[in-house]
Structure formats: C-alpha cells, structure tokens
C-alpha cells in the first residue's frame, strides 16, 4: 500500500516486509519507525493543539422567560492561565454588564430576564446566582412565535471543534422580514455580537471559548477560544421550544 510519508524523494514508495528483510521498489529504507514518526511529526504542525484546562473555566448562564415559556443561554470563559477564580462576584458583574445590559437590544420587551448564574466548572467555589440588569428586553411590537430564534456563530481558533451558537428568543414581526432580519436589526445584532466576543476581567482576563466536552473517545475536555462572532442573515427555530409553545 502507499506509504504516506510522500516529497520531492519519497513518492510512490511501497513497503514489503519478508523474513524481517524490508524491501523498496526504488527506494531502500532501513527504519520504518524513524520514517514514520516522522510523517506524524510532520502532520502535527499544520493542526494546532487546543488546551486543556485545569482551573480557571467560567459557565454564565443567563435564564429568561418569554410567556410561561424559559429560555436560557450559556456562555463559557476561560483564563488561559488556568488561575483558579477567587470569587464569581466580579466575573458575575463584568458579564452583565458586556453581554445581559446588551441583550435587550435585540429581545422583545415581553422577554423577561429572571437570573443570571455564574460556575465555577472545575473548581470549588459555590454556584453564583444574582439578579439581571436590566430585567427586560426593550424591542415593542408584536411578537414572533416563542420558538423564533435570531443565532450567532462563534468561530474558534481552531478546526478541532465546531463552531460555538447562541440562539436568542424574543423577536418582534417589525424587526423580521422573510427569513432573516431587517437591515435596521441586522445592524443591531452586528453590535451584540462584537459584545459577546468580549472577555470578561476581575483580577484576571477570561477570554470566551468554545467548550468541548468529555465524549467517549475524548476523555478529557477542551477550549478552543473564541476568535469571532457573527450575527447569522437568518431565523431559525428551537424545536424544544415548539414542543413547550
């Protein structure tokens, strides 16, 4: 079969192995092992490795209601200097005041803002819940369907996990045309996401992240930091929220 260590002397090299003896058809290589670990040193450089951290992964969850119907969205932070957080108080704070004092921006003034929880993923520190500021969206009209979401892609550093979303409830049928959002709203949606592609800075900086979970053939977590958020051109939906509408 094709080795797969190919360049301008290598190409097209086939291995065979009999009696301990390694043959090549037009090149003689006498340690496949160095060969290929090169290959694999090789390939290494062009996917960068995401961290691994040990301390210092802040969870901001900010919970909503819209009629009877919840809503809540997540945002994770990380110190790259994997500091573990002294308090949640500060962190609580700057994130109400760069991305929830933003939020009603965009959400309709029958949206409701119920609380904001702060967590402190891997270390000790008690969970974190305190009031919203403000406590309401501030877009008047009426009301698109409770599953009607405007979405935001944040694009990591790398390719090793998929983008990040957030989906935003709480629309009104004047900022809405066709499937995506006016020109007017689209603008306002460009403004929010430049706040959520903020980091957040009580004693240290917290830059947001895309968090990779353990999975079964990944048993450690990941972050892969946040390097842009884009307002996307359309609406989408929710289907938990259908079934609860």
Do not use: H
Request: with cysteine; proline share 7%.
């Amino acid at each position: 079969m094709p080795y797969p260590l190919e360049g301008p002397y290598l190409r097209k090299v086939r291995y065979y192995n009999y009696n301990s003896n390694l043959y090549s058809t037009g090149i003689r290589v006498y340690n496949v092992f160095i060969s290929t670990l090169l290959y694999f040193v090789t390939c290494s450089e062009d996917i960068p490795s995401m961290p691994t951290p040990v301390a210092g992964l802040v969870e901001c969850t900010i919970q909503q209601v819209i009629g009877a119907l919840p809503l809540s969205n997540v945002f994770y932070y990380w110190d790259t200097l994997n500091g573990t957080p002294v308090s949640l108080v500060g962190i609580a704070a700057d994130f109400n005041l760069k991305v929830v004092a933003n939020m009603p921006t965009v959400q309709s003034v029958s949206l409701s803002y119920v609380n904001v929880k702060i967590r402190d993923v891997l270390g000790t520190l008690p969970d974190l819940n305190t009031s919203p500021t403000p406590g309401a969206g501030a877009r008047a009209g009426s009301n698109m369907p409770t599953f009607t979401s405007i979405g935001f892609t944040l694009q990591g550093t790398t390719k090793e996990t998929r983008s990040g979303a957030k989906r935003l409830g709480g629309q009104t049928e004047a900022d809405i045309e066709g499937n995506g959002p006016i020109a007017a709203y689209k603008i306002i949606m460009n403004t929010f996401a430049a706040q959520i592609a903020l980091s957040l800075v009580s004693g240290a900086t917290y830059v947001p992240v895309v968090f990779g979970r353990v999975t079964p053939t990944r048993p450690t977590i990941l972050v892969n930091q946040v390097a842009s958020v884009t307002a996307n051109d359309f609406v989408t939906t929710q289907n938990s929220r259908k079934q609860l509408a």
